[in-house]
């Protein structure tokens, strides 16, 4: 078991240590359990999916509690993902003054939390992206926040002050949300991409009857029953990759072994030739908009589109790896033994557009406006890659809501 506290000063006059008189963090940790009830989550019953609205600022589910109403400084959930990053809920007291999220990065719980001008960041613990349920509880004990995993104890963290006279952090209500912050992402010790394709269900937060403020159109089928790792398109949008984001995209360079290859290289892993996997796969633009390739899996076989070109590939059985190879000379699209090619009329500097920023669409043409698009992707692909690395769909410049990044339907699961 990994453990590890760091401390943050912001301030040089903040200490780890001690004030024997402590409020704890309770207020962080709790909220409505499920109530039957208008405006009331049944949280007992129905998991909620947390990756259900890409890029939203608005919770799908909160809830504010009077402090005098929490009995426990308690809260157990179960949660379940393939996510490896993402917030997995947020607390705060004084409207955000003092706060609290627990995540996940590298699929390893993270808890960040501030007292007055301190933040303190804490990571370790089992990996939970297993794609299986977990129990978690999270627990204030005086200076300390500790974190439970099935059972057994993962992570503790703590924070306090010598210095500062003694305040009351435990003022006005305390607020928990799921989906998103309650304050500015900005204010994270250590940024983290927030957004969590995983289901939390079976909540008892800090054993308060509040009923939780749920969003109109929170989807309780998001929630899938058997999942299975993969990004599943549902026929219903796109996501998009600009190339010159970094942050997004892995870098440009390829690993020695790959150089001789190409200069870009994207691959696409999945059941490729199973019916019912239909639309556009991947589509590729320059900075200029214009499409260079496009490629649509259709009964059975890719309609390949290479400048002006067209060419049909019927697909072999159990074909598992699409590649999308670009040299300075030629495109190459290699799938399962077959291939098909374009020589370029001019060579082509495939580095400096990389750099200019090169339009990578999975699951749908863009149109003009990279929200919008025609022939969605219909079906599950295992893993995409782009240089030899696995693309994190919750990295993109715009995934439509619908694409689960991190899991598919498992439907054979007995
Ligand atoms: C991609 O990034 C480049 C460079 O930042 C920018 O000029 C371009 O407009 C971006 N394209 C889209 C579709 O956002």
């Not at 007291?93 to 001008?117: H, S, V």
């Not at 297993?130 to 059972?151: A, T």
């Not at 619908?402 to 339907?409: K, V, Y």
């Amino acid at each position: 078991m990994v453990q590890k506290e760091i401390i943050y000063h912001t301030m040089g006059l903040w200490r780890v240590i001690i004030l024997s008189v402590c409020t704890g963090f309770g207020w962080l940790l709790g909220s409505g359990a499920a109530q039957p009830g208008s405006g009331a989550i049944p949280n007992t019953i129905n998991p909620i999916a947390l990756g259900q609205k890409w890029a939203s600022k608005v919770p799908l589910a909160s809830v504010s509690i009077d402090l005098t109403e929490i009995k426990s400084e308690k809260s157990t959930f179960e949660f379940r993902t393939f996510d490896p990053e993402g917030l997995v809920f947020y607390g705060d007291t004084q409207k955000g003054t003092n706060w609290f999220i627990l995540g996940l990065r590298e699929g390893i719980p993270e808890m960040q939390f501030t007292r007055g001008d301190s933040v303190s960041y804490n990571w370790g613990g089992p990996k939970l992206n297993d794609g299986k349920w977990h129990k978690l509880e999270v627990e204030s004990e005086g200076r300390f926040v500790k974190l439970w995993v099935d059972g057994s104890q993962a992570l503790v963290g703590g924070l306090d002050s010598v210095t500062t006279v003694h305040q009351n952090y435990l003022e006005g209500p305390l607020r928990l949300s799921l989906g998103a912050m309650l304050m500015e992402e900005e204010k994270l010790f250590h940024p983290l991409v927030l957004a969590m394709d995983g289901c939390i269900t079976k909540g008892n937060w800090l054993k308060t009857t509040k009923l939780w403020q749920k969003e109109p159109d929170l989807d309780p089928k998001f929630c899938m029953d058997d999942i299975k790792s993969g990004s599943y398109f549902s026929g219903q949008g796109l996501v998009v990759f600009n190339t010159s984001d970094t942050h997004s995209l892995p870098v440009l360079s390829l690993p020695a072994h790959l150089t001789s290859k190409g200069d870009i290289i994207v691959e696409i892993e999945g059941e490729l030739s199973i019916k019912g996997l239909t639309g556009s796969l991947v589509n590729i633009q320059t900075h200029d908009r214009e499409t260079v390739v496009t490629i649509i899996s259709k009964n059975e076989e890719l309609l390949i589109n290479l400048g002006a070109e067209v060419h049909t590939l019927s697909l072999d059985s159990h074909v598992e790896t699409l590649a999308l190879i670009f040299t300075k000379d030629k495109i190459l699209v290699e799938c399962g033994l077959k291939n098909v090619h374009l020589d370029l009329r001019e060579p082509q500097d495939w580095q400096s557009q990389w750099k200019n920023g090169l339009i990578i669409t999975f699951g749908g043409v863009p149109d003009v406006s990279y929200r919008q698009g025609s022939d969605y992707l219909l079906g599950c692909l295992r893993r995409i890659k782009v240089q030899d690395q696995e693309v994190d769909l919750d990295r993109a410049l715009y995934k439509d809501s619908s694409i689960s990044s991190h899991s598919c339907p498992y439907l054979n699961a007995q």
